[in-house]
């Protein structure tokens, strides 16, 4: 007995999907009927198999400015990659930001570029700069949140798609960082935040709601429900905030429970429209997860 990814039914004879390898009923069982990853490597210039990434694209009256999203299209690659987009990003944000202050020595250009700050909020540029933009003086910050992306990333973008991922990603990563700079702001303080934290917490906030129970494996050594996992990491930074201040030990934890807020919210509301989440986190066959966080998250 086993249930199927896309509607939860109990199914005797479930059926596997060679591209995934996810578990479907036979209303889902076709790569097309539950949005499979892998119709991203079919050759289908004729668009057979539409995931819809972008309904609005192929709609009459888009507009001069529509985009061609459909399967062989000019954007086709991003529908279900959008994890590795932003995984990218990362790490080219990270060699600029290198490049800035090692090579050109420039420490208030990248202050300007890259860091959103209390006492600049009108930058707006960095308040999407800063996501994708992680701590230059060493690999730890950008390497646990490219290895939280990584497992975490892919799941919940197979579940709601491309698109919503997007939106998810990008909205709470920004709104995080407001939260962070905008409350320590109020507080009479200045604060200066960067990483991609607040939206990898928003990410695993909706797949805690999604299914709970989901196991993973902290540091790929620790087995733990998901639900455990974000608790504690909820307890740990509410508590550090009320002990330290908002960004104790200089990480932006204000920015983690707004992230972390924004998930479980959004995964309530996709739990009502009957959206379910994967029993267990596997990718490429493997189990795994991992967490990790001039004020960084």
């Given at each position: 007995m086993a249930?199927?990814?896309?509607?939860?039914?109990?199914?005797?004879?479930?059926?596997?999907?060679?591209m995934c390898g996810g578990t479907f009923?036979?209303?889902?069982?076709?790569?097309?009927?539950?949005?499979?990853?892998?119709?991203?490597?079919?050759?289908?210039?004729?668009?057979?198999f539409d995931s819809g990434f972008d309904d609005s694209?192929?709609?009459?009256?888009?507009?001069?400015?529509?985009?061609?999203?459909?399967p062989g299209g000019p954007l086709s690659y991003f529908r279900g990659n959008m994890t590795f987009v932003f995984l990218t990003l990362m790490v080219g944000t990270f060699i600029a930001e290198v490049f800035v202050?090692?090579?050109?020595?420039?420490?208030?250009?990248?202050?300007?570029?890259?860091?959103?700050?209390?006492?600049?909020?009108?930058?707006?540029?960095?308040w999407v700069t800063s996501i994708f933009a992680h701590n230059p003086t060493g690999f730890t910050h950008i390497l646990f949140n490219g290895i939280a992306l990584y497992f975490f990333g892919p799941v919940l973008e197979r579940r709601i798609g491309s698109k919503k991922f997007t939106a998810l990603f990008l909205g709470s990563g920004i709104l995080a960082g407001l939260a962070q700079v905008g409350i320590v702001a109020m507080m009479g303080s200045t604060s200066a935040v960067l990483g991609a934290?607040?939206?990898?917490?928003?990410?695993?906030?909706?797949?805690?709601?999604?299914?709970?129970?989901?196991?993973?494996?902290?540091?790929?050594?620790?087995p733990m429900p998901l639900?455990?996992?974000?608790?504690?990491?909820?307890?740990?930074?509410?508590?550090?905030?009320?002990?330290g201040g908002a960004g104790a030990g200089g990480v932006a934890q204000l920015a983690h429970l707004t992230g972390l807020?924004?998930?479980?919210?959004?995964?309530?509301?996709?739990?009502?429209?009957?959206?379910?989440?994967?029993?267990?986190?596997?990718?490429?066959?493997?189990?795994?997860?991992?967490?990790?966080?001039?004020?960084?998250?």
């Amino acid at each position: 007995m086993a249930q199927c990814d896309v509607c939860g039914q109990d199914e005797n004879m479930p059926y596997q999907c060679r591209m995934c390898g996810g578990t479907f009923c036979a209303e889902h069982r076709l790569p097309e009927n539950h949005s499979c990853p892998g119709l991203n490597k079919w050759n289908d210039p004729k668009g057979v198999f539409d995931s819809g990434f972008d309904d609005s694209a192929n709609k009459q009256g888009g507009g001069r400015f529509s985009v061609d999203t459909s399967p062989g299209g000019p954007l086709s690659y991003f529908r279900g990659n959008m994890t590795f987009v932003f995984l990218t990003l990362m790490v080219g944000t990270f060699i600029a930001e290198v490049f800035v202050i090692n090579v050109m020595g420039d420490a208030q250009l990248f202050s300007e570029l890259f860091v959103l700050q209390s006492t600049h909020i009108g930058r707006v540029w960095t308040w999407v700069t800063s996501i994708f933009a992680h701590n230059p003086t060493g690999f730890t910050h950008i390497l646990f949140n490219g290895i939280a992306l990584y497992f975490f990333g892919p799941v919940l973008e197979r579940r709601i798609g491309s698109k919503k991922f997007t939106a998810l990603f990008l909205g709470s990563g920004i709104l995080a960082g407001l939260a962070q700079v905008g409350i320590v702001a109020m507080m009479g303080s200045t604060s200066a935040v960067l990483g991609a934290s607040g939206a990898i917490m928003a990410v695993m906030g909706v797949l805690t709601v999604l299914n709970p129970n989901m196991k993973i494996l902290i540091y790929f050594i620790i087995p733990m429900p998901l639900w455990l996992a974000t608790a504690l990491f909820a307890v740990y930074s509410g508590f550090a905030s009320v002990i330290g201040g908002a960004g104790a030990g200089g990480v932006a934890q204000l920015a983690h429970l707004t992230g972390l807020g924004i998930g479980l919210l959004y995964g309530a509301k996709l739990k009502r429209e009957g959206k379910r989440g994967p029993s267990e986190l596997d990718i490429g066959g493997r189990r795994g997860g991992g967490m990790g966080g001039r004020r960084r998250f």
